[in-house]
């Protein structure tokens, strides 16, 4: 079974400086998905950025970005310029191409930007 | 477009009784997940729906079920609440059942007492 890891449940920053928030999996697939979503206070999940695995080119959005290490089963998202709107909690999730389940979340890492 | 919405948004019941969610997933979207969302477990996957078939489920009891229609929308079921259930119930849509962007619902905050 998959499973997902984020070791840091608390972050800071201060607006407009830039944060990196750890991702950790295990899996024996060799072609899979992997996520980040965004959890405002008391808002819907949305998603920040998605990583094919069989891409090597580290993903984008804007302020936002990857560093995918596939060896060492690695996903962080590095966040740059951060604003207030990016208070929120973050998931990182795992996609697979078995049976075993939709998404593998993480346990959340909760960001503060402070202004 | 309009987003996923999920019925109702707000629920409180006592154990023992049972609770039915529902979902209308995003037109088109033909794969529905749920998932159980609380402060100490984090987000745990309860099943998923294309075209009507339950294609996988998590870890969780048969007091936990689901079914979806053939207009995708999906409902869920728990019977025999416990106080353990309580939770944000989240639904979430997307074209495929692997890879896609889910989109989710604002979720259903269910409380049991």
């Known amino acids: 079974a998959q499973t997902v890891t984020q070791s840091q449940p608390e972050m800071s920053v201060q607006e407009a400086e830039t944060v990196t928030l750890s991702c950790t999996y295990d899996t024996s697939e060799s072609n899979y998905y992997l996520f980040w979503y965004k959890q405002p206070p008391s808002r819907q999940m949305i998603l920040v950025i998605r990583?094919?695995?069989?891409?090597?080119q580290n993903a984008t959005e804007n302020r936002f970005s990857v560093n995918f290490q596939k060896a060492a089963k690695s996903f962080s998202l590095k966040i740059s310029d951060s604003q207030l709107g990016d208070t929120a909690m973050y998931f990182c999730a795992f996609d697979g191409n078995t049976n075993a389940g939709k998404s593998t979340f993480g346990d959340g890492t909760t960001l503060t930007v402070k202004p | 477009k309009a987003g996923v919405t999920q019925t109702p948004r707000y629920l409180i019941k006592t154990r023992g009784q049972q609770v039915t969610l529902s979902c209308s997933p995003i037109?088109?979207?033909?794969?529905v997940s749920w998932y159980q969302q609380t402060p100490g477990q984090g987000l745990q996957f309860l099943f998923e729906?294309?075209?009507?078939?339950?294609?996988n489920k998590g870890n969780f009891p048969g007091r936990f079920s689901g079914r979806q229609f053939s207009n995708s929308r999906s409902e869920m079921n728990v019977s025999t609440l416990e106080l353990g259930d309580s939770a944000l119930y989240l639904c979430a849509s997307s074209w495929r059942t692997s890879g896609d962007e889910q989109f989710f619902g604002p979720g259903t905050r269910l409380t049991v007492l």
């Open positions: 729906y294309f075209s009507e078939t339950q294609r």
């Open positions: 990583q094919e695995a069989y891409k090597q």
């Open positions: 037109s088109g979207h033909r794969s």
